[in-house]
């Protein structure tokens, strides 16, 4: 699917949009949200298989978050067995799963060039030490601070590139019927050409996000629901669905 470029004030228009889709259902949200978090707290206490069992499962799950916000646009009544969606259709739930695999992959890649570089900075590091070699501590340090900056930005980049796969990629495959590897390839270019509403909209996500944390962090009940709406409000203008979705949400 082809994306189209939009203005940099979208991004607060998409946070806009979430919180009226949000409103409507609000009680609803909220209980979806509150399973959601049952279920990755569960997952994250099952040693080593719930590690491996949260991605995969997560973009099922976030399909079906997304599935609800597309029934509320269509005029339909948000219920909290949409959260479960992406298990019920079979034909999406397999590139879902397959998303949540990419997305590991990703992350184990980050993890393994963090070990290669410590590794290796340790080797280095007695190599160095040897008072033949002439080299000071200074330089050593200067040495390491410079590898610590370039693994942060390729660790950083890495995992730029593993949100703008996944940000489109989910709703491209669960409400748009794509498998996922070209669900990936889109979502990267829709991000590219959009990097600026989407920053905007980063930005006041995290100042939202340090808001909802004051009052005991009650405010993320809202605030979650509210940005999963935002993102599917995103992704409707992003790819201009021909839905009635973008009307209807700035009524």
């Known amino acids: 699917m082809n994306a189209i470029r939009v203005d940099a004030g979208r991004g607060w228009g998409w946070i806009t949009e979430g919180w009226r889709l949000f409103a409507r259902a609000p009680g609803v949200w909220i209980v979806i949200l509150l399973i959601y978090s049952g279920i990755s707290v569960v997952l994250s206490l099952i040693p080593l298989i719930g590690m491996l069992a949260y991605p995969l499962l997560s973009p099922v799950l976030t399909g079906g978050v997304l599935y609800g916000a ?66 000071t501590p200074e330089m050593i340090e200067g040495l390491f601070g410079v590898g610590f900056m370039v693994l942060m930005l390729v660790e950083l980049t890495l995992w730029a590139v593993i949100m703008m796969a996944m940000l489109y990629a989910i709703p491209l495959v669960m409400l748009g019927r794509q498998d996922a590897w070209p669900a990936v390839q889109d979502s990267i270019a829709a991000c590219w050409i959009n990097m600026l509403p989407l920053l905007v909209f980063g930005l006041m996500g995290l100042v939202l996000a340090m808001i909802a944390a004051i009052p005991f962090g009650l405010g993320f009940l809202i605030l979650w629901p509210v940005m999963a709406c935002a993102v599917y409000a995103s992704y409707r203008e992003v790819f201009a669905e021909p839905t009635p979705t973008r009307v209807t949400l700035r009524k």
Do not use: C, H
Not at 78 to 87: A, C, H, V
């Open 70 to 135: 597309d029934k509320q646009a269509r005029g339909e009544t948000l219920e909290i067995g949409d959260l479960f969606r992406g298990f019920q259709d079979q034909g999406r739930m397999g590139p879902l799963v397959i998303l949540g695999l990419i997305s590991l992959a990703g992350y184990m890649l980050m993890g393994l060039i963090l070990m290669v570089f410590v590794g290796g900075g340790i080797a280095t590091g007695i190599v160095l030490d040897d008072p033949g070699q002439g080299i």
